[in-house]
């Protein structure tokens, strides 16, 4: 349950923190107060999109912050890493760089992720939907959201990405004779020239190094020349081995005279040893180093070979080499395409009759649950005054897709002898109005979701039909919380709680407060929206009957 809403420097609300209760919240106030902006800010908080322009002019940076309390464990918490506290808060800070920051319970989401748990916590309901309505493409959508038949939706839709698989891997292979015969002809060419190559594995990088040693030879050699006799020492001089000897020798002299220098023996004895080590190893290398300019052209002829067939295949000797396996295996399979083509259609037929299977129990299921949720939709319109309407959901059989292998749209009449129609055709504002309220209430009895927010879902409802309206909403928030945006008297009166949303002006700026009315406070508002801006004893004595009504 949305508990508070604190609102700063959006559009011309500069601070404001809104309470909200369980049950009936409504949010009134003259056209242009700034109604809206507190729907946008809600939209904010679950992760829709926010515009830069929606920052408070004069300012760099608008936030807004909301408290839901009585969150249950939801996965999304796990799922992705954030503290669970039945009190959430969730923060979105947004700036005028276009940057967002979006915290929940302190840790840093994304947007996309925010929104996923805003799915999960709040539906908001506005002019728009009743338009979806009129687009048949959505029909389908409703209705699976009212079966909740994701298992078979889930079954027919692995059947369905198997036959497309198949489908591609059957066209991949579906190319005509002239066609494969250049292909087969290009991959023989490309196996024999890698083949003809004898390339192995890491012979690249090694035949690189070898051209590297043999382009620096004399360098190599002059420097472990001055190595060996800076370690063994030349006709002139003592190398470090020998001078380390002599050490090694005196140092033995004076441990026999006192134990002080028997430690210090050891360690030079210890240099000495390594050091003939490294002197024997530096002239092995130097007697080892032999290079000759016919084994660097040798090289070099050979990295042009590997050169050429790496702009064709494959940065290194191993990429060229898996290339040769997939043209061995691609050529295999066209030259036995015609049989592995007729293996391939056995395949789809049977992954089709399988999809088939999947895609009418999904239709059985989709019937069964338009049959019970047309049921329940006449059952609330009745409740909406209309109970000479009819509705059904029609079905027609399509080829398979992703959503099945049906159609689904929905028909109705609205008055009494009339023929059933397509939705569009026959529905006025004020009836697609309360088929979606209809719709909305009956697919909130599937989910979890614990507040409604209905924004000015009441456009073109007026008398009788309002009041029906204003009814069903109470209704519905004995079992969840529903905030709703009205202009009309009959929903307002019916409210727990009701929230003034006024716009002044002040040293040349405009702001807006949003204050909870008490009793007087109501009365005023309700003659307000049932008499205009002049305010009388006739509409305080309509609107004080209205709230005891």
């Known amino acids: 349950m949305l508990s508070l809403l604190h609102i700063e ?7 404001s923190d809104i309470s909200f209760d369980p049950g009936f919240n409504v949010l009134t106030g003259e056209t242009g107060a700034g109604k809206s902006i507190v729907i946008d800010a809600i939209s904010a908080i679950l992760g829709e999109r926010a515009y ?9 940076k608008a936030s807004v912050r909301a408290v839901f309390t009585d969150v249950p464990r939801l996965n999304w918490f796990e799922d992705n890493g954030v503290e669970y506290d039945a009190e959430t808060v969730i923060q979105r800070d947004i700036y005028l760089d276009g940057k967002n920051v979006c915290r929940v319970n302190g840790s840093l989401v994304s947007v996309s992720i925010l929104r996923k748990l805003g799915l999960q916590l709040i539906n908001i309901h506005g002019q728009h939907d009743s338009a979806s309505l ?49 292909r087969m002809e290009t991959l023989r060419y490309q196996i024999e020239e890698i083949t003809k190559a004898d390339l192995h594995p890491g012979e690249d990088d090694a035949l690189e190094d070898r051209r590297k040693l043999l382009q620096n030879a004399e360098k190599l050699s002059n420097g472990m020349d001055t190595a060996v006799e800076c370690l063994y020492g030349g006709d002139e001089t003592d190398g470090a081995a020998s001078l380390l000897a002599q050490a090694e020798r005196e140092l033995a002299r004076l441990g026999r005279y006192t134990d002080a220098y028997i430690q210090l023996h050891d360690r030079v004895a210890d240099l000495m040893f390594q050091v003939q080590d490294v002197a024997e190893e ?47 295996a691609e050529l295999d399979q066209i ?37 019970a949720m047309a049921q329940r939709i006449l059952t609330e319109l009745s409740q909406l005054d209309m109970p000479k309407v009819q509705f059904t959901c029609e079905f027609s059989e399509t080829e398979l897709n992703p959503s099945g292998a049906d159609e689904v749209v929905f028909y109705m009449s609205a008055n ?23 719709m909305k209430n009956v697919l909130a009895e599937k989910d979890q979701v ?38 009309l008297p009959q929903l307002a009166a019916l409210a727990n709680t009701h ?51």
Request: proline share 0%; net charge neutral.
């Open 282 to 328: 530096v002239r092995q290398s130097r007697d080892d180093l032999s290079f000759s300019s016919d084994e660097l052209e040798q090289i070099e002829s050979r990295l042009d070979v590997i050169h050429r067939l790496r702009r064709k295949y494959g940065v290194t000797c191993q990429d060229i080499l898996d290339y040769l396996e997939k043209a061995k």
């Open 134 to 182: 009129l687009d048949e493409a959505n029909h389908l959508h409703f209705l699976d959201a009212f079966a909740n038949n994701e298992a078979l939706r889930l079954t027919y839709t692995r059947s369905f990405e198997n036959v497309l698989a198949l489908r591609r891997e059957i066209s991949a292979l579906s190319m005509d004779e002239s066609e494969k015969l250049r």
């Open 499 to 549: 929230l003034l949303i006024a716009k002044e002006e002040r040293s040349g700026r405009t702001y807006t407060s949003v204050t909870p009315l008490d009793l007087v406070g109501r009365k005023r508002e309700l003659a307000r929206i049932i008499g205009g801006a002049n305010i009388t004893e006739t509409t305080l004595k309509s609107a004080e009957e209205m709230l005891k009504g």
């Open 52 to 60: 830069r322009d929606m920052i408070r002019t004069g300012t760099n």
């Open 450 to 487: 614990a507040t409604l927010i209905f924004d000015e879902v009441d456009t073109g409802v007026s008398g009788r039909a309002a009041q029906k309206v204003a009814e069903k909403l109470r209704n519905v928030a004995k079992h969840k919380q529903v905030l709703c945006v009205t202009h």
């Open 416 to 438: 009494a002898g009339e023929a059933l129609k397509s939705m569009s055709k026959v529905a006025s504002g004020g009836e697609l109005a309360r088929i979606m309220l209809a």
């Open 335 to 371: 030259e036995f395409s015609d049989d592995h083509l007729e293996r391939l259609k056995g395949k789809l037929k049977k992954a089709e009759q399988e999809a088939w299977e999947a895609a009418i129990a999904l239709r059985e299921g989709r019937k069964a649950a338009a049959q």
């Open 9 to 15: 420097n959006i559009a011309v609300i500069e601070c």
